[in-house]
Every structure is written in structure tokens, then in C-alpha cells.
């Protein structure tokens, strides 16, 4: 199989005792035939160099300058790996091969030059690319170029940042017909989907799929200190102690947590019982590049014994000497925990450890869904979906700032982007006039017509400061507005949010980046601090929150329906689930539970669902403005990933009147109108559309800033031209991001027919967790949080007394 890889190759395999695997010299056949590939093959088979293999035979067998092969990541991190991995052989084989990255990071002189004499080999973002592509010399840059790598194919293809790329795919194939992509993923469900994403034109013919080995399963296990689980907390930090026994057993650890509060809340915890002071670190994207790029190097050398991370770090980042990966809290999906669990050993022939730590009894059965999911097979599925107007908006754009270019031409490249197969005549032409003016309620403002049109149909940029203005704005990551933490001395630490800066007074004090700091004072773009041994609180982070995927929902409802299987849970868990039966009921797959009761001289409604937070969130405010139309008395709601609890002043004895279908047709519209979901969803499409923009040459507007802009402009739209395509584009947002509407409807759907309501005379078990939040959302510190526990005691011998 060896023979055909160049002679040079093959000694670098053999001297490293190494062969070829299977994979690795299909990915090289397709290479050969010109074939677009996509690998799927399990973290540790080597699916980086099975992607590079064919770039660098042919750069062996055909030596060339210029820009060969370009790679796109959705990390910066992994790029900056892949180079240091990559450069490994390079060198060792002594071969004359240039390879580099290109991100946000990269020094402005660095891109220069990239442009005018470009590597080999370019590693990258997908934000680069297309900022890449915004030159009028790009044609020529990547006029030769062979192959365009696709890593973690699974982390971006269904988002925004997949819309980018695939139309970036589009114009390089329109500028070398010849390009073969190329995509590589550990965590594919659905293989025929990702190669139709890939594919020009959707045509799924033409990308080879190659399918890895399968490696040695993982050994996973569920930590539960002492045997007990808690009724509620989704962290884990009541295993703090254990935690850090495994890190001291081990060579390195990765400790996972889903939120960045969450990770700085753990590392403190970790610290506190840190007793052999072993070197431990924080990673997550908000801290500073020099603080993340610090560890990593530390990680990368062996230096530290821990790391606590988020998602910042899940993705493809290759650190042989971790061996055991710890998830704190429910892991949200089989695949994201298999990526995770992937991190560990890092070696196909080994099986990868990993502990899972749930935060509560909802969260074990989750966890124990999760590995069964794992040991099945199981991959959450994937929902690919049209392309984005907004970005599509931002592409458009930057293609004019390259060269002028004509209407019919322009669709025609676009269509062959499989998210926008479909874009209609009409669709793109809103598109044009929108960047030609800003749409018709905006035509006024010489700021919005960005586009000209000339008396040939050419389309081409107004002005070059427009240019100017979206190299400058480009991207797709929206950040919420933020402030930079800065000792006095102007070392940045890192970025916390205006919302909980604003929360901040000087004197008081947080944690961040591991360390409890208090704030000195502070200004529209700074927080000055400095280090402190006060006690601190943990800052908060918006965005949406992971809700479980369907497939783990689908699993923890068939655990409830099936007793048989409550033997592999532990003996509290197992009890919980026994009296919930007993006093009450437990839901049918298929069917949803709705218990009544009253509680300390309020009324609650319970519905479990499983259908996710951002679901439930959502449904909650329906059910409480139904609830107050109906006279009930709603007060409030709360929700977890499992379940929803609405209480008011008088009970519900027609649940089934609330969950109506209309709900979604009007209570359900009238919210998001009113809410500030669709102000904060225009927000960002505003910003990646390029009707507003972020940055002016030597000047950042601050987050306050940019929303009194959108929102001035939104209020305009809403009133002179309801139907522009930027309001349609924060709808589908606000939908789908915001509030899981789909899952929602599905939720509604159901309710008709398969409602089982429970009335019961006081709380039930499965209510628990969630009666022991409503404190908790209004709980401080010191003696509030000690009568919490004596109250969620109380709480539970009610609910667990059978008699």
C-alpha cells in the first residue's frame, strides 16, 4: 500500500516505525483522481495528515511556488497546532515547503506579504478568507490553487460561519474550475448531508466519502461522590475534592465546562482544594490571545497537570500527554462529548478515559443517556438549513470591493453554493438593493448605498472608504458588547460583557482568568483592576444557552419509561424515579406530563418536556401571558433542560386551554415583537450585513453604541418597511437561535394528544429540582444560601414521603 507515496515519504513513515493507514491512502487516491473527499475517521487516526497527504506528495513529485493548498479551521488555536504538527514532517523530511497562518492575530505587515508571496500551505479562518477574497488581487493569489482543506467540518457547516465558506468555496472554484475541496470530521452523522454541503452544486456525486477505522472504544465513567447526586446545581463543584484526586493520579487532565462562568467558577474550586499547589490553568474565548496562546504553549510542553476549558478548546487541538478528560455538568450531546472525550490519549490504538460529572439527578439520567449514545454509535443530528441573507449581504459586498461584477453572473456562482441553491431572482435582487441603499425606508442616508450601479449593469462599490469600511467590519462572529479587564499598568486580562460590567461598582470584586480581582475603576471601554484576596462573585456571559440535543432527550424519556433499566443508576436516583412513580406518574416516550399542585400558598403548573432551556424559556412566557388573559394570576416561571414550572395565585384546572396550537401563531409573534429578542437578533444581522458598522479607522464604537444605531434604525424598518430583508433575517434568527422553535412547535404539537395531567396535593419528586431554582434565582451569598439548604431539605422530605 506504501509503494505508492514517494520514496522520501515512505522512509519518514518507517522511520518513525509508522504505516500508512487505510484511510490516509484513500484520501491520497482520491487526491490523485482529483476527487472532492470527505474523511470521516475517529479523533487520533491521523485525519490531518490523511488531508495533507495529497498536498504534500504532489508538492514532492511537482515542487511549485505560490499558494498550493489553503487549510480553514474554526479555531485559531487549531491552526496554530495543525502548523506546529504539520511542520514536524516537513522538516524532518527537509523539504522546501512554506507553511503559515492567517487569522485576526496575524501582524498586518505578515498579511501583507501573505498576499503579494504567499506560502505553500496557508492555514486559516473562515473570516480571513473571505477578507482574503475582498482583494483585487485575489484572483491571481489563488488562481493555482489545488486544494482547500475543511477541519471540523461538523463545528461550523449548519451555522453562519458555513454559509461564509460555502460561498467562499464558490468564488474560488469560479476562479480555478479545477479546485478540489476537501472536508475531515470526527463527528458526522449524517455523511450524505455534509457531502452535499461540500459539493459544487449540491452534486454529492462528486465527493468521495472515506470512512476511518473505528479506534478502541472509550472508557467513560459517571462520578458520583459517595453515591449521592444532587437534586439540583447543573456544575458539578460538589465533586471539587474528587476532581482533583483524579488530577493528581494522572499525567494531565482536560476539565470541561460548558459556560465560561462555569469554567471560572470550577478552577476556583479546583484551586481551593489545590492542596499539592499543582499547576493548574483557565482557558475560554474571553480571555486575552497573549493569556490563551500562553497556555497552550504550556499545555503543549507538558508544563501543567490541569486545564480548565470551554468550548474554546473541544476542537481538534492535539496534546498527546493529556489521558484523562473530565466533563463537568451534562455533556448536552453524544457528539460533543465524543469530540471532547477524543482530546484524551489522542491515539486511535488506546482508548480514550474520560469522567463525566452531572450537576443533578435530570443531569445523571442525561449523562448515563450520553454514554450509552457513545457506546451505540450515536451522533446528534445535524440541521442544515437555507443560507442567511446577512451574510450573504456581507459576501456580496466583499466580492464587489475585489472587482465590478454583473448581476446574472454573480447569481449563477452563488446558486452553486448549496445553502443558497435555492436563492429566487427576487431574493438576490433585495439583496443588491439593500446594499445599493439600505432598502427604501433608508434611501435618504448617503451611508447605506455602498453599491452603484453603472449604465452597463455592472455592479461595482460607491466609494472607496466603503472598501475601507468592511475590511474593517467583516465577520460573522458577533460579540455582545464588552469591556476590556486592564490592570493599571494596560495589561489586558481578557473581555467581560457590558451587562455585567455594568453591574460593577470600584471596590467590588470578581474572578477572571483564574484570578479574584477588584475593580478600580472603570470607563466606556475599560474595567481597571487589580488583584485582590476579597471575596469575589463569577461573571456572567450571554448567549444562548446548549440546550440537550433531541436524540438524549429521546433516550432520558425511554430511561423514565423503563424500570428495567433503573438498576444501573445509582440507589438515590433510583428511589427519586420509584416515588415520582408512585406519587405521581412518569411520562411515555411520546407523552407529555403535566402535573398541578400547591405549594406554600401558590399554584404550580410542571410540564416536562425535555425539549431544552431555550425552549422551555420561550414557552414559559407564552404560557404565563395565556395564563394572564385567562385571570390566573401567573407570577412567574422557571426552567432547566427537562422541565418548565409556571406559577401563580390560582391554579390550573385546564392545562390542556393553554397549549393550543395557535399559541405559535399569535401569543407567540406578539412576544417576539414585544421582546427584546428581535431588537437583539437585528442587532447582529445589522452588524454582519454591513448596515452598521463596528469599527472606524483608528476607532472602536462601543456596544452601547452600536444598539442605540440598530435599534434607532430598527424602530425605522419596523414602522416604514416591515418587510426589508434585514426584519426577515433577525426573524429567522430569533426563531431559531433564540427561542428553539422548532422544538417548541413540536412540543405544541404533541400537547393535544398525548397530555397526561397529574393533580397532586403537594410537590413531586421530578418537581424538585426545579422549585429548589426559584430560590436560588434570587439567593446572595453567606446566610441566604444556608437557608436555601434548609428550605430545599424541607422541600424534599415533602416530596419524597409517600405516605
Not at 479546485?179 to 461540500?198: E, F, M, N, P, Q
Not at 500527554?321 to 489522542?346: E, F, T, W, Y
Amino acid at each position: 500500500m506504501a509503494a505508492s507515496l514517494p520514496s522520501i515519504l515512505n522512509d519518514w513513515f518507517a522511520g518513525r516505525g509508522w504505516h500508512p493507514r487505510r484511510h490516509q491512502m484513500d484520501m491520497l487516491a482520491a487526491g490523485r483522481r482529483g476527487d472532492h473527499a470527505l474523511l470521516v475517521a475517529p479523533t487520533g487516526a491521523g485525519k490531518t495528515l490523511a488531508g495533507f497527504l495529497p498536498t504534500l506528495v504532489d508538492l514532492i513529485e511537482s515542487p511549485t511556488e505560490g499558494l498550493h493548498t489553503l487549510y480553514v479551521s474554526p479555531l485559531k488555536a487549531l491552526a496554530v497546532d495543525v502548523r506546529r504538527n504539520l511542520l514536524t514532517p516537513i522538516e524532518e523530511m527537509g523539504l522546501p515547503i512554506r507553511v503559515e497562518t492567517r487569522s485576526g492575530d496575524t501582524p498586518s505587515d505578515r498579511k501583507a506579504r501573505q498576499r503579494a508571496r504567499p506560502p505553500q500551505i496557508l492555514l486559516t479562518t473562515p473570516e480571513s478568507l473571505s477578507l482574503l477574497l475582498s482583494y483585487p488581487d485575489s484572483f491571481l493569489m489563488f488562481a493555482d490553487l489545488r486544494t482547500v482543506i475543511i477541519d471540523e467540518v461538523h463545528a461550523f457547516a449548519t451555522q453562519k460561519r458555513g454559509d461564509l465558506l460555502n460561498l467562499s468555496l464558490a468564488r474560488l472554484q469560479s476562479i480555478n474550475a479545477g479546485l478540489r475541496r476537501v472536508a475531515l470530521s470526527a463527528t458526522v452523522a449524517d455523511v450524505d448531508a455534509y457531502r452535499a454541503w461540500l459539493a459544487p452544486d449540491g452534486d454529492i456525486d462528486t465527493v468521495t466519502p472515506v470512512l476511518g477505522e473505528d479506534g478502541a472504544p472509550p472508557h467513560v465513567t459517571i462520578l458520583t461522590p459517595e453515591g449521592r447526586v444532587p437534586w439540583s446545581g447543573h456544575s458539578g463543584k460538589y465533586a471539587a475534592n474528587q476532581v482533583m484526586a483524579e488530577i493528581e493520579r494522572r499525567q494531565t487532565t482536560l476539565v470541561f465546562c460548558n459556560t465560561r462562568g462555569l469554567a471560572e467558577l470550577i478552577f476556583q474550586e479546583l484551586w481551593s482544594v489545590n492542596d499539592a499547589n499543582l499547576p493548574i490553568a483557565i482557558h475560554h474565548g474571553s480571555l486575552s490571545i497573549e493569556a490563551r496562546r500562553k497556555v497552550e504553549s504550556a499545555m503543549a510542553a507538558g508544563k501543567l497537570r490541569a486545564l480548565v476549558a470551554t468550548a474554546s478548546l473541544d476542537l481538534g487541538v492535539d496534546w498527546g500527554n493529556v489521558d484523562c478528560v473530565i466533563q463537568m455538568g451534562a455533556p448536552k450531546g453524544s457528539s460533543r462529548l465524543l469530540q471532547r472525550i477524543g482530546r484524551a490519549n489522542h491515539r486511535l490504538d488506546m482508548a480514550s478515559e474520560a469522567i463525566l460529572i452531572p450537576g443533578n439527578r435530570f443531569e445523571y439520567l442525561e449523562a448515563r443517556a450520553a454514554l450509552d449514545a457513545v457506546e451505540a454509535g450515536e451522533r446528534d443530528a445535524d440541521d442544515f438549513r437555507p443560507g442567511s441573507l446577512d451574510v450573504l449581504a456581507q459576501h456580496v459586498m466583499g466580492l464587489a470591493c475585489a472587482a465590478p461584477f454583473r448581476e446574472d453572473d454573480l447569481l449563477a456562482e452563488i446558486r452553486s453554493s448549496t445553502p443558497y441553491s435555492a436563492l429566487t431572482d427576487d431574493a438576490f435582487a433585495n439583496i443588491l438593493h439593500f446594499i445599493e441603499g439600505g432598502g427604501y425606508a433608508l434611501r435618504a442616508y448617503d451611508r447605506f448605498k455602498r453599491l452603484t450601479r453603472d449604465p452597463d449593469g455592472a455592479w461595482r462599490v460607491s466609494h472607496p472608504n466603503f472598501i475601507a469600511q468592511h475590511r474593517l467590519n467583516a465577520g460573522i462572529i458577533v460579540d455582545q458588547p464588552a469591556l476590556a479587564v486592564r490592570f493599571a499598568n494596560g495589561r489586558k486580562l481578557g473581555t467581560v460583557e457590558e451587562g455585567f460590567a455594568a453591574t460593577l461598582r470600584p471596590g467590588d470584586s470578581f474572578f477572571f482568568s483564574g484570578m479574584a480581582l477588584e475593580v478600580v475603576r472603570m470607563d466606556t471601554s475599560d474595567l481597571v483592576v487589580r488583584a485582590t484576596a476579597k471575596q469575589a462573585r463569577i461573571p456572567s456571559w450571554g448567549g444562548t444557552r446548549m440546550a440537550m440535543s433531541t436524540r438524549l432527550a429521546d433516550r432520558v424519556r425511554h430511561f423514565l419509561a423503563e424500570p428495567d433499566q433503573w438498576h444501573r443508576f445509582p440507589d438515590d436516583v433510583r428511589e427519586w424515579l420509584e416515588v415520582q412513580k408512585y406519587r405521581s406518574a412518569l411520562p411515555r416516550p411520546g407523552q407529555l406530563l403535566i402535573e398541578t399542585f400547591p405549594h406554600e400558598g401558590r399554584h404550580y403548573l410542571v410540564c416536562y418536556s425535555f425539549e431544552g432551556w431555550n425552549a422551555h424559556q420561550s414557552l414559559g412566557m407564552l404560557l404565563t401571558r395565556r395564563m394572564d388573559a385567562q385571570g390566573l394570576m401567573p407570577l412567574g416561571f422557571v426552567s432547566n433542560d427537562y422541565a418548565l414550572a409556571v406559577y401563580g395565585l390560582k391554579p390550573v384546572t385546564d392545562p390542556a386551554s393553554l397549549f393550543s396550537a395557535d399559541i405559535l401563531d399569535h401569543e407567540f409573534v406578539e412576544w417576539v415583537e414585544q421582546s427584546s429578542l428581535l431588537k437583539r437578533a437585528f442587532r447582529d444581522v445589522a452588524v454582519i450585513s454591513g448596515l452598521i458598522e463596528r469599527q472606524h479607522p483608528g476607532k472602536r464604537k462601543t456596544g452601547r453604541q452600536v444598539t442605540f444605531s440598530t435599534d434607532l434604525i430598527y424602530d425605522v424598518l419596523r414602522k416604514y418597511q416591515p418587510d426589508h430583508l434585514l426584519l426577515k433575517a433577525a426573524w429567522a434568527d430569533a426563531r431559531a437561535r433564540m427561542t428553539d422553535v422548532g422544538r417548541l412547535g413540536d412540543l405544541i404539537d404533541r400537547a393535544a394528544s398525548t397530555m397526561l395531567h397529574v393533580e397532586l396535593d403537594r410537590v413531586s419528586p421530578l418537581a424538585v429540582p426545579l422549585l429548589i431554582l426559584i430560590g436560588r434565582e434570587h439567593v446572595a451569598q453567606g446566610d441566604a444560601e444556608d437557608a436555601l439548604l434548609i428550605e430545599a431539605e424541607a422541600l424534599v422530605e415533602q416530596a419524597m414521603r409517600t405516605a
